[in-house]
């Protein structure tokens, strides 16, 4: 059955890591990234995950009180009996729980994903084969352009003024409009080219408003 993404707010969480391996980093990494606040507990932790900023190691086995205060726990050790016995005290406590070598042991997986600013696009596989879900992410790379991310945080800093101005049918056109500019021609349009475009699309919308009321 395949998994229904769904975007988590992570920054400022309690994450916990059991692990301090590979795959442990590559998980750390992914949840650094995205603001989570990690805490690593492992009798070996790997120098990598050592020297990363703003990461609490501590150099033991995993404990059930290390659950205290977590918003979600990955189990990346290399036992498998730990890694479940890990999965159902979280499961027990409502807590998301990852387990990186059973999804029969995972309350949701990690997604290959690309993320420029704060546009994500996350790929999955349904836990058939990570391979293809990395295969996803590379092939669209040459979409999700470091150019779109800076479109998409540009389109969310008129949000608000476009919603007072412009009429909710007109909206998506104009953003739209943006998009094709931005993506189409170099450079990426000015704050004076996009105000132009507000106030021309913000003109038809009042127009349209008249229009109706006339008839
Ligand atoms: C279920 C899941 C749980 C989870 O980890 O969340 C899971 C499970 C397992 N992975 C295994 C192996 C590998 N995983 C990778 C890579 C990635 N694995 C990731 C996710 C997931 N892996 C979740 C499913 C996602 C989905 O399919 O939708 C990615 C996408 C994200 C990330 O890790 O952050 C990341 C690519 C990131 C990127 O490139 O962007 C590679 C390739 C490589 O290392 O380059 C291999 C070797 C090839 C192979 O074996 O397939 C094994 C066998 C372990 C063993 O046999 O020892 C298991 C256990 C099992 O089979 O169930
Ligand atoms: N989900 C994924 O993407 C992938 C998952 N895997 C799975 O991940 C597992 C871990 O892989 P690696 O990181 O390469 O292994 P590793 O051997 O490098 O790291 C395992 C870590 O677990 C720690 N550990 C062992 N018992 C522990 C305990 N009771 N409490 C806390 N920490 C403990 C060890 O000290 C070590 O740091 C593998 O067994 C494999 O099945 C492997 C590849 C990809």
Known sequence: MAYFPLFL???KQQCLVAGGGRVALRKIRALREFGGEVEVVSPEIIQPILQMPDVICR???FQISDLEGKTLVIAATDEKEENH??????????????AVDQTEDCSFIFPAYIKQGDAVAAFSSGGNSPVAAQ???RQMEPVLTK???????CLGDIRAAVKEQIDVRDRKHLYEEILRIGLEEEPMPGE?????LIETY????RKEIWTEQED
């Open 59 to 61: 150099c033991r086995a």
């Open 9 to 11: 707010q992570l920054e």
């Open 192 to 196: 004076e080219e996009i105000q132009q």
């Open 135 to 137: 295969y996803m992410k």
């Open 202 to 205: 913000s003109r038809k919308s």
């Open 147 to 153: 150019h779109l991310g800076e479109l998409t945080k």
């Open 85 to 98: 016995r890990i999965s159902m005290a979280c499961r027990e406590k409502g807590i998301l729980v990852n």
